[in-house]
């Protein structure tokens, strides 16, 4: 099961050589962006665990335990995760009363994702279990940012860090495994910030063709009449979310995958204006029309406009006005646009 896992190179050796040492802490704190294989690693790492055939550090993946876990009904496999927006004490509790049994196979390994959405009380009754664990049990809460959490819960466990997958590891993945031509699948690596999760959620809706329109938005603010403007500004506020587009779940809304989408735009910018390379740019099809205008932006400007979206993401999670909102940040961004080298 670790060898199906795309890169985190690091953190497979890591664990592997814990399992081989025979040295395993009672808790991991698996950190990293989302759709990145944390809980796909937990399962692996079950697996290993409880394998009845296991070679090289890795699991069969094919004997009784080891298709319970895959199927998700074993025992020696839990996970727990937010009911709506929090994980709730009595989802502690509930797991609690399982670490009052004995694990079936050898060890018992309970995955809390996004740990970060404990409510305080939960938080504070699943630190003392982490404090008193059950022998055979293992922990493996799997969170963003570490610093969401309870540092005595931090404390008590052994992070693993988690990086975003390569992108040519991804485009690899989509071509060997989805049949996605070459060019589709470059794209879905470079626009997924290096998360298989959000890439494979985007190749299931219209965002790549939503994705063009946006970018297309963005081509035309210099030099737009103003009135032009408000007309988008109003195109963009109101008609997102009338237009059956399915957002791929990981920003939340068409509106939020508009801003981000804007963003990597103005990223590709300022690395091309700044010198970088340009196949470190993640809108690389549109490669021939950056490159034409970065000879015509300049830095500050590049900066402000990203600066501009980023608070105007704040602001619409903050439930301010989208109208009011989108007029402000499209009316700035066109007179930042506006401003071309001298």
């Known amino acids: 099961m670790f060898s199906r896992i795309i890169g985190q190179e690091r953190a497979k050796k890591f664990l592997k050589q814990a399992m081989a040492k025979d040295k395993m802490p009672h808790a991991y704190l698996f950190t990293g962006i989302p759709g990145i294989g944390k809980t796909t690693m937990a399962v692996a790492l079950a697996m290993a665990l409880n394998c009845r ?7 069969c993946g094919r004997c009784a335990c080891c298709r319970q876990i895959l199927g998700g009904n ?14 709730k004490i009595e989802q502690v509790r509930e797991l609690n009363r399982s670490l009052g049994f004995a694990p079936m196979g050898n060890c018992r390994v309970s995955v809390v994702r996004r740990a970060e959405a404990m409510t305080d009380e939960a938080a504070n009754s699943f630190l003392k ?14 969170t963003t940012e570490p610093y969401d959490l309870l540092p005595t819960i931090v404390s008590r466990c052994q992070r693993v860090a988690f990086g975003p997958i390569p ?7 989509f071509v060997k495994e989805m049949d996605k ?3 589709t699948a470059g794209i879905l690596a ?3 910030g290096g998360s298989l999760g959000r890439a494979i959620e985007i190749s299931k809706t219209d965002y790549l063709d939503r994705r063009q329109e946006w970018l297309l938005r963005v081509l035309r603010l210099p030099g737009m009449p103003k009135d032009k403007v408000m007309e988008l500004a109003v195109e963009c506020a109101t008609g997102e979310g009338k237009r059956g587009f399915k957002s791929p779940g990981y920003l939340g809304s068409p509106i939020m995958e508009m801003l981000f989408t804007w963003k990597t735009w103005y990223r590709d910018l300022m690395l091309l204006s700044a010198g970088g390379p340009p196949d470190q740019i993640i809108n690389g099809d549109f490669s021939h029309k950056l490159k034409k205008m970065a000879e015509t932006t300049i830095m500050k400007n590049l900066i402000e406009s990203v600066l501009i979206i980023n608070r105007a993401e704040i602001d619409l999670k903050r439930n301010r006005n989208v109208s009011l909102v989108m007029e402000h940040t499209i009316l700035t961004l066109s007179r930042l646009a506006g401003r071309g080298r001298a």
């Open 53 to 59: 055939e296991p070679k090289g550090g890795d699991s």
């Open 74 to 87: 074993s025992p020696d496999f839990v996970v727990i995760e937010p009911q709506g927006q929090f994980i």
């Open 129 to 142: 279990t982490l404090e008193e664990p059950p022998p055979g049990n293992i922990f493996v809460l799997s």
């Open 167 to 173: 992108v040519k590891d991804m485009s690899n993945w």
């Open 181 to 183: 031509d070459e060019e």
């Open 190 to 192: 470079n626009i997924s």
